[in-house]
């Protein structure tokens, strides 16, 4: 018999006495994804992991019909790491870092920078400060002070060697509807606690599936379902958005560009894909039609 191939999914649901909101994910193809774009492993492999994650949790919790960023600044100007994370479905990953700088580090001084879209339009920003060198405390830290919300998470990527066998995470928050809110937060924090603090081997064991790893964290709760969707790697770089950030170009820069007669090479930085963009289309920006 085969086994059906798992597939990345964040999972929403709530608690039926109306206490709980709880998002699972599993995001172990869309880690890979980045990594893979990015050239990283280690250290610094897993933190980009991590916050890939944190982004489609956050994004489901708090906009999930609106793309977020959420951006990791390293101690000691070592560099930044930043995930993007969009309503269709994809995520991706960056990594920054000055000519020079140091190991991207976790260490005293690192911010957290949450970013996302209102409905007006307007970007939502907040920061806080990576205590411990821990970004799953450092997400609950911005969940409470600056969305006023409660909020118990975990994000972890499990390696074997340079290959990642699992990644996903959970994210819990109590609600304002809770009939007893400081009795029913003991209760799931010491759940928590006891039970999902690490959640490396939890991950790793059932391959980060989203369904069952909200199965676990509620088992014996009733809870309601309240949909589920796929999360994939992808970029939405394209030709297109190639040109029109060149059309941004000043005459005299285009005109130089397409004096010196050789076609010109971009990358992406986020997927790493190339671009070549032959002198005729540059001459074509100088159109005024």
């Known amino acids: 018999m085969t ?43 897993r933190v980009l992991g991590e916050l890939a994650t944190a982004a489609v949790l956050y994004r489901e919790t708090m906009a999930p019909t609106l ?42 001084g690192t911010l957290l920078q949450m970013m996302r879209s ?17 970004l799953s405390e450092a997400v609950m830290g911005y969940m409470r002070r600056s969305e006023q919300i ?6 972890a990527v499990v390696f074997e060697g340079d290959e990642v066998v699992a990644a996903g995470g959970y994210l819990v928050q ?20 006891s039970d999902f603090t690490s959640i490396d081997e939890r991950l790793a064991r059932t391959d980060a599936d989203a369904h069952e790893l909200l ?8 809870h309601t379902e309240l949909g589920n969707a796929e999360l994939r790697y992808a ?31 971009m990358n992406c930085d986020w997927c790493q894909t190339e671009y070549v963009i032959e002198v005729a289309e540059l001459r074509g920006l100088l159109d005024p039609s």
């Not at 609600?175 to 029913?184: K, M």
């Not at 770089?237 to 010109?264: H, I, K, M, N, Q």
């Open 3 to 45: 086994t059906a191939k798992k597939q990345d999914r964040v999972q929403r649901a709530m608690t039926d006495d109306g206490a709980f909101r709880v998002m699972t994910a599993r995001t172990t193809d869309t880690v890979r994804g980045i990594l893979d774009a990015q050239k990283v492993r280690g250290k610094v492999g």
């Open 67 to 108: 793309r977020v960023q959420v951006a990791l600044r390293g101690a000691d100007e070592s560099g930044t790491l930043l995930a993007d994370s969009h309503p269709r479905g994809w995520t991706r990953g960056l990594v920054q870092r000055p000519d020079g700088a140091p190991p991207f580090g976790l260490g005293p």
């Open 118 to 134: 209102l409905p007006s339009g307007e970007l939502h920003r907040g920061v806080v400060e990576v205590p411990d060198r821990n």
């Open 150 to 155: 409660e909020t118990m998470a975990r994000m």
């Open 174 to 193: 109590i609600l304002p509807e809770a009939p007893d809110q400081e009795g029913a937060l003991a209760v799931m924090a010491q759940r928590l606690e």
């Open 215 to 222: 199965e676990e964290l509620l088992y014996a709760m009733p």
């Open 235 to 265: 970029c939405d770089c394209s030709r297109t958005r190639v040109l029109g950030s060149l059309a941004t170009l000043g005459r005299a820069d285009l005109r130089e560009l397409v004096e010196e007669g050789d076609p010109l090479e």
